[in-house]
């Protein structure tokens, strides 16, 4: 051991620690160094053993799951290394280097922390102290070229060695911590088809090496690389202008969505980003993108390789429609073909055939997942790939590992237990809804309740900043957007279906709720008050559910609009005629479309909710507040005004949602 490394064994193990973390978050802040929850950061140090008293040494290592950039003290696994290093005694050999991993429970320390990944015989069998194993774009693209060995020697010289591809596992780690051993010179291996691992003294040297790898990689391929690496430009597939990709993106969306949750619902995201757009304007493309991704990470996330669409942008929308279905039922008698190709009696059973990345020339990117976190990641893990291709292109030819290595990952069954080991997917869970008046009372709430069920919510609402502010409380764009929209105007409702389009494919639960209440005696109701009442709610909601109708026949899997009446939809009482007619025209409008979407499975419902206090701005400030109905309201309700109710028709009622309206009835179901 250097007078470094015995330096740092004597280091406090929470010193090691606190190194090990801000080190992960260094390296995991810039993407090129890893993709996403790509990789994992080891570092070995000594504590003392509660039990004996005496000095024990340990590893602390990324866990399973988790991003290096957000790690945290408990996203480590802490393990014994002497135990850890004796299990090469007993390891039975290739054939059963998957048993490992569960041995790995008998080499904890203490409750040990986070799940141990696959990569932590690695990180303990180097004699190193301190290892990252990391997946950068300009270290796959040498990884991945058909001569990345003799690439990686011009590149590095000595400092780097080759390491044949090989799935992650006990015998990968056992390869590289013989050539650490026995090549002391080395900073670093270069992993075929996958990553890099690099190792060091301290962390410092560690990260160093890590950077220096990335760093080096990265030149290189700027160096001696091709001008233009995907070959030239076709002249028809040159991107469309923002507006136009975007319009097209939004048309298209409901199509694909609608296509790619054949086996299950998924939800996409839409990606026009110049990489991608450059990639599939060049002459290459077809070909790149047939033969998939390559570094496990990758692949695991885009499926072994996306769905492309093979026309123009301007192609017609209803051209490419078609077609999307044609290459759809193409893609999936492909991916059952791999399946069946590949298959082993104890493999998994197929996890279904639809794509998880749909590739439109001129215009950009779909990725799809059960849900928008893992859909939006998808698309990056497909920006780390053209990345990849495109650095091995320009110095070689791009060779990704064969489709029989692919499904063994795919199919690994240790990646079958860590899909077992993910929580149940909530009841609403890659659904898009959109409300609309959603910045407050009624609106708000049901907002908040759908994404709480695990629903994407648009939050619609002619107050943008109201909406602003009910999307951030319910969290991330990855849960809600919120969209400047007024329901009275054309564009305006076209606009808020659009940007749910571009934000999650598509809408599958639309909730017309804006509303507003001008109550007057009928001799002082001005046509404007008519006008404006009937404007907003009945106007509102019928250009409102025309789109959804349009988005939802589109997708082709079915969907339910709900308005929110009132009880003065059918009761009458005085100096309410414009609000209270406005209310009839939308709960006949409610029996109208439950009558003509049935046949496409759109389910329309109505809620005749009544006295609903909490967060109203009828309440609040109008005319419920003037005539003192809310005391009137509180007294003679039945529940409690400060709970929110339940919908009491479980039956008809659409999601049997317990969503937050007082009181209510419905109108109508199909
Ligand atoms: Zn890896």
Redesign the pocket.
Known sequence: MSALESQQASAPANAVISELIERSHRLGADPRNTNYA???TSAKGTATDPVTGSPVELLWVKGSGGDLATLTESGLAVLRVERLRALADTYPGIDREDEMVAAFDYCLHGKGGAAPSI?TAMHALIGARHVD?L?PDSGIALAAAVDGKQLTRECFGGRVAWVPWRR?GFQLGLDIAAIHKSNPELIGVM?GG??ITAWGPTSQACEQRSREIIGTAAQFLVRSGRADPFGPLISDYRPAARAERRRLAAQLAPVIRGLASTDRLQVGHFCDHEIVLDFLSRRKHPQLVALGTS???HFLRTKIRPMLLDMPPSASVGAMSGRLSELHAAYRASYQEYYLRHAMPDSPAMRGADPAIVLLPGIGMFSLGPDKQTARVAGEFYLNAINVMRGAESVSSYAPISEAEKFRIEYWELEEAKLLRMPPARPLAARVALVTGAGSGIGRATAKRLAAEGACVVVSDLDSSAAATVTADIGSADHAVSVAADVTSEDSVIAAFQAAALAFGGVDLVVNNAGLSLSRPLLETTARDWDRQHHVMARGSFLVSREAARMMKAQGMAGDIIYICSKNAVFAGPANVAYGAAKADQAHQVRLLAAELGEYGIRVNGINPDAVVRGSGIFASGWGAERGLCTAYRRRSSVPITRAGRCSNARSCPSTLPLPWQRSCLVTSP
């Open positions: 790509g990789g994992n990569d194993h997946h992650p992993l996958h990553g570094c496990p990470d």
